[in-house]
């Protein structure tokens, strides 16, 4: 059966085949180090497990919430942010019509999906505030602290939109939480209220969460078959754990980008030919820059759009600071075909495609851009789809994910933890006047 798979023989001229004996050994003591619990934030690796050990009842509730919202809601708004929206938004993208909000009801049959609480912007909510307008819609809120500020604001208006409209007990009904078991702001609301909850647990970060029913219930209502997408993490894990190195795509990865960076390769450009996956790529952004990034190391995860960003970012790319290796996502069968016709007086130019599909001429673009690339010395590797399904999702998702931890272990971090993300937030607060950050104001406040 095909699968999901890592490829980096476009890469050969790049790395020696002693290289990668040297940092396969080092790679596999880092997936030793990571499937025997025994290193940094091992408290955190709920993750390994989740696609063959999750609460079956809760999944039962995610997939009956679902269908209430789908019956009684033109729009779902999922507040959020970094792991609390990334994994749903990606997904949905990946797996659903490209224009799924823009859709009529017929082609779309589920209701319009938005975020929020991913921003601060009071312009951004006003316009998701008109969007909704009078309709029939539910909210899913979405953090695990309980405490994030821009998910709480965004949250405050829109349940305060929904009590208007419904009245408070309705508007209860509406709501679905998905925070801790037990603590944060989040977690006392719900309960004070009658929320339907859903747990985040302690052992899995944000950004591992996507599939726990922080992920599982936006992409349910969107029609997407989560069993599915279930299956395919749970093969990908089934690979990452007992696959042999030379068979296994996760660790494979985790090697070659650390050889890379030991060469001085210090961004990875994380690349696809459909924009269906741009959410994809900012998903990957947050797993490895929260992963990797400390302790004055990492690889710095950057993403295009191509070829759309070939004629933006694609000189510096092919010809600007050599800091960079490419990984292409490409996705090998798309069920879209467009076949390009003959004209009769070829103005254009374009005959030479006539009788060819888009797809073909997409993936020429890729096969020479990874060409060009190469020659203009950035290492390409590849990370290669079988087709856009639930299935290969839930490995591509899986393989990412695992990948991460045996690289960030290789790096000699804790890929678990993200102690910088709160040095803005501390400053934020004090700049606010936020109870219990008062020494902090003044002296801020002077250097501004
Ligand atoms: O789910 P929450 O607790 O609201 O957190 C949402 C996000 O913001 C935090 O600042 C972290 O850096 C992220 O790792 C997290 O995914």
């Known amino acids: 059966?095909?699968?999901?798979?890592?490829?980096?023989?476009?890469?050969?001229?790049?790395?020696?085949?002693?290289?990668?004996?040297?940092?396969?050994?080092?790679?596999?003591?880092?997936?030793?180090?990571?499937?025997?619990?025994?290193?940094?934030?091992n408290d955190f690796l709920g993750w390994i497990d989740l696609p063959v050990d999750y609460d079956k009842d809760e999944f039962a509730r995610?997939?009956?919430?679902?269908?209430?919202?789908?019956?009684?809601s033109e729009v779902l708004v999922v507040i959020g942010i970094g792991g609390s929206y990334l994994g749903a938004r990606a997904a949905i993208d990946f797996l659903r019509h490209g224009f799924y909000n823009n859709v009529s009801k017929e082609i779309r049959k589920t209701p319009e999906i938005y975020y929020a609480g991913n921003s601060i912007s009071p312009a951004y909510l006003k316009g998701l505030l008109d969007v909704v307008g009078d309709r029939d819609f539910s909210v899913n809120i979405i953090s695990k602290s309980g405490?994030?500020?821009?998910?709480?604001?965004?949250?405050?208006?829109?349940?305060?939109?929904?009590?208007?409209?419904?009245?408070?007990?309705?508007?209860?009904?509406?709501?679905?939480?998905?925070?801790?078991?037990?603590k944060g702001a989040l977690k006392n609301l719900a309960t004070e209220e009658g929320y339907e909850s859903f747990v985040v647990p302690d052992?899995?970060?944000?950004?591992?969460?996507?599939?726990?029913?922080?992920?599982?219930?936006?992409?349910?209502?969107?029609?997407?078959?989560?069993?599915?997408?279930?299956?395919?993490?749970?093969?990908?894990?089934?690979?990452?754990l007992?696959?042999?190195?030379?068979?296994?795509?996760?660790?494979?990865?985790?090697?070659?980008?650390?050889?890379?960076?030991?060469?001085?390769?210090?961004?990875?450009?994380?690349?696809?030919?459909?924009?269906?996956?741009?959410?994809?790529?900012?998903?990957?952004?947050?797993?490895?820059?929260e992963s990797e990034g400390k302790d004055q190391k990492g690889i710095f995860p950057a993403a295009v759009d191509l070829t759309t960003d070939l004629h933006s970012m694609g000189q510096f790319i092919q010809d600007g600071s050599r800091l960079m290796f490419e990984t292409v996502v490409n996705i090998e069968k798309t069920d879209a075909d467009i076949v390009i016709q003959e004209e009769a007086d070829d103005l254009d130019g374009l005959n030479y495609l006539a009788g060819k599909d888009m797809d073909f001429v997409n993936k020429s673009a890729m096969n020479g851009t990874i060409l060009a690339h190469t020659d203009g010395n950035v290492p390409n590797l590849m990370v290669n789809v079988p087709e856009q399904n639930e299935f290969y999702l839930g490995e591509l998702f899986y393989m990412y994910e695992f990948a991460c931890g045996v690289s960030g272990y290789i790096l000699g971090v804790n890929p678990f933890n993200q102690p910088g993300v709160e040095s803005y937030k501390k400053n934020m607060f004090a700049l606010l006047g936020k109870p219990g950050y008062e020494d902090m104001t003044a002296e801020l406040q002077k250097r501004l």
């Open 203 to 240: 052992d899995v970060g944000g950004r591992f969460s996507v599939l726990t029913a922080v992920g599982l219930l936006p992409i349910a209502v969107s029609g997407a078959d989560i069993d599915k997408l279930m299956e395919g993490a749970a093969s990908g894990r089934e690979k990452a």
């Open 242 to 289: 007992n696959n042999t190195f030379e068979d296994n795509d996760a660790v494979k990865y985790a090697a070659i980008r650390n050889i890379l960076l030991r060469k001085g390769k210090s961004i990875e450009i994380t690349a696809n030919y459909e924009p269906s996956l741009h959410y994809f790529g900012e998903w990957w952004k947050q797993l490895y820059g």
């Open 62 to 72: 995610i997939k009956a919430a679902a269908k209430k919202i789908q019956s009684d």
């Open 1 to 41: 059966m095909a699968k999901v798979t890592f490829d980096y023989s476009k890469a050969s001229k790049f790395i020696s085949d002693d290289e990668v004996v040297a940092m396969k050994k080092i790679a596999e003591d880092a997936k030793e180090v990571l499937v025997n619990k025994s290193g940094a934030g």
């Open 147 to 182: 405490t994030t500020t821009e998910p709480a604001i965004a949250f405050r208006i829109f349940k305060e939109k929904l009590e208007k409209k419904y009245g408070k007990e309705e508007a209860a009904k509406r709501i679905y939480a998905t925070t801790d078991k037990a």
